[in-house]
C-alpha cells in the first residue's frame, strides 16, 4: 500500500516538527512549509492526499491558501484540516467554510482527534 502524503502548513515551527513526528510514526509522509507562499507550491508540486493548513499565519494566511488551491482544478479535490487558534475561532471557522475547509481544530491539537479526523478524511477520499 502506497503512503498517503500529508502536507502541513504552518509558521509554527515546533508544531510542525511535532506533527511531523506524530504522523511520520503512524506510516504518513509528511511534508512541510512553514507559509502560505511555499505550501502553496508544494501542494501544485507533491499533490498530497491531505492538507493541514494554519489559518492564521503572516504574509499569505490559509484562507489565501485555501481560495487557490480550491481554485486550481489540479488541487482543488484535496480535503484540507484547518488549524486555528482558539481567540477568534468562530469567525475563523465561518471564514474557512466559505473556502472549501471541511474541518477545523483547535492548537494545541491533540494527537487522537488529529488521526481521527485524517483517517475519516483519507477514508472518504479513497470511497469518492
Known amino acids: 500500500?502506497?503512503?498517503?502524503k500529508?502536507?502541513?502548513?504552518?509558521?509554527?515551527?515546533?508544531?510542525?516538527a511535532a506533527m511531523d513526528r506524530t504522523l511520520?510514526?503512524?506510516?504518513?509522509?509528511?511534508i512541510t512549509a512553514p507559509n502560505g507562499q511555499n505550501g502553496l507550491t508544494l501542494a501544485r508540486r507533491q499533490h498530497p492526499d491531505l492538507i493541514?493548513?494554519?489559518l492564521s499565519m503572516p504574509g499569505m494566511g490559509g484562507e489565501e491558501v485555501a481560495i487557490q488551491l480550491k481554485d486550481d482544478p489540479e488541487t482543488a479535490d484535496i480535503p484540507i484540516v484547518f488549524l486555528t487558534g482558539?481567540?477568534?475561532?468562530?469567525?475563523?471557522?465561518q471564514r474557512g467554510h466559505h473556502v472549501g475547509g471541511?474541518?477545523?481544530?483547535?492548537?494545541?491539537?491533540e494527537?487522537?482527534?488529529?488521526?481521527d479526523?485524517?483517517?475519516?478524511?483519507?477514508?472518504?477520499k479513497t470511497t469518492d
Open 102 to 109: 471541511q474541518v477545523f481544530l483547535a492548537k494545541p491539537v
Open 52 to 54: 493541514i493548513l494554519d
Open 6 to 16: 500529508i502536507l502541513i502548513i504552518d509558521d509554527e515551527p515546533n508544531l510542525l
Open 24 to 30: 511520520g510514526r503512524k506510516g504518513f509522509r509528511v
Open 111 to 115: 494527537p487522537g482527534v488529529l488521526m
Open 86 to 93: 482558539l481567540f477568534g475561532r468562530e469567525q475563523q471557522e
Open 117 to 124: 479526523m485524517i483517517n475519516e478524511l483519507l477514508g472518504q
Open 1 to 4: 500500500m502506497e503512503q498517503k
